[in-house]
């Protein structure tokens, strides 16, 4: 009897640090908007958080990391990585930023439209390369990535000869700088997405088919799922999205740069990370991953108000992504005490 009582209170205590550990996200964000809160009230007297241009400004950097992040989230759930969206950015960003000047000044919506097409297109043939690598070729995604990463930086630079392609398009900066209902663009287009891909990934056959891929793919491929089509359009997904973090990118600076994605890369993977995603696959969910981005976001905007050097990001940026992959072990090692 009192070993039951006693594993009964094991189970209990093991089921709620599973659930705080699952929320310690949620938990994370709201701790560093209170220190960040309580830093601007005693030493400045304002505050941090309810301010319009506080928000404003740490709902486009965490825009920026989800656009990245939301379709690495799909393949970090597939058990796979992808590297290279960090210049699947830059080269659509690029490509939209030539064919618009190209135009010249006057490019009407139409040019715009066709020149964000093509930009998309350049990204997705970069999905499509991975894609093949890894399901074809069987090359590693770490490995395979890696490489189109470096392939995509040199054909973005090829293109845009080296240099930053500036652009003046009035329509290209509204799309970038104005705003739907006071709501800024890039987040309204962050948050479309976001809710596609949530849906995607937990409301039809091809999330199903994803988390399954990640968690067993022997299992998977038993069940008749063409494994090989799966991971090509994760990694064509994956591309589009970071794509269109830099068609975003082009419109908000009315310019064109191959290294438009790179020092987001790292945050996007630790917000995917942060958000509850494992490095073995299987698990993730798309709003583990925006909350992962605004707690990036916060980080980066707060230690700016604080009046740190931005370089600390970095240090900070680093030390969360330790933490997240400390609290997915922990999780790991409860789940099989459980068992």
């Not at 999905?127 to 470096?150: D, E, K, Q």
């Not at 937990?202 to 793919?217: D, I």
């Not at 696959?281 to 798309?286: A, W």
């Not at 999780?331 to 099989?336: D, S, Y």
Request: charged share 10%; with cysteine; proline share 2%.
């Amino acid at each position: 009897m009192m070993n039951e009582v006693k594993t009964k209170k094991h189970s209990r205590g093991a089921s709620f640090a599973r659930s705080l550990l699952d929320a310690w996200s949620w938990l994370f964000l709201i701790l560093i908007l209170g220190f960040f809160e309580i830093y601007a009230q005693t030493q400045t007297g304002s505050t941090f958080l309810f301010r319009i241009h506080n928000l404003q400004s740490i709902s486009i950097a965490a825009s920026q990391i989800l656009l990245l992040g939301l379709g690495l989230t799909l393949v970090i759930v597939a058990a796979q990585i992808d590297l290279s969206i960090a210049f699947s950015t830059g080269l659509a960003a690029v490509v939209m930023a030539l064919i618009i000047r190209a135009a010249g000044v006057d490019a009407g919506w139409m040019i715009v439209g066709l020149a964000i097409l093509a930009g998309l297109g350049a990204a997705a043939a970069v999905g499509l390369v991975n894609g093949w690598l890894v399901a074809y070729l069987n090359v590693p995604s770490f490995i395979g990535t890696l490489g189109t990463y470096g392939i995509a930086r040199g054909a973005a630079l090829i293109v845009a000869g080296g240099a930053t392609v500036s652009i003046r398009n009035d329509h290209t900066r509204a799309l970038g700088n104005g705003d739907i209902l006071g709501i800024p663009i890039p987040l309204v287009v962050a948050g479309v997405l976001a809710l596609g891909c949530h849906y995607l990934l937990k409301h039809t056959r091809f999330g199903v088919h994803t988390y399954a891929l990640g968690a067993n793919r022997a299992a998977v491929e038993r069940a008749g799922v063409d494994v090989k089509k799966l991971l090509i359009k994760l990694f064509v997904l994956s591309a589009i999205t970071a794509g269109i973090g830099g068609l975003i990118y082009t419109s908000r600076f009315s310019a064109g740069a191959a290294n438009a994605g790179e020092p987001i890369l790292l945050y996007a993977v630790a917000a995917v990370f942060i958000g509850g995603a494992s490095l073995t696959g299987g698990q993730g969910t798309i709003s583990g991953t925006v909350i992962g981005a605004f707690i990036i976001a916060v980080i980066q905007f707060g230690l700016v108000y604080s009046g740190l050097p931005p370089y600390w990001q970095f240090v900070a940026v680093g030390l969360v992504i330790i933490i997240a992959v400390l609290v997915d072990q922990s999780k790991e090692r409860i789940v099989g005490d459980r068992s």
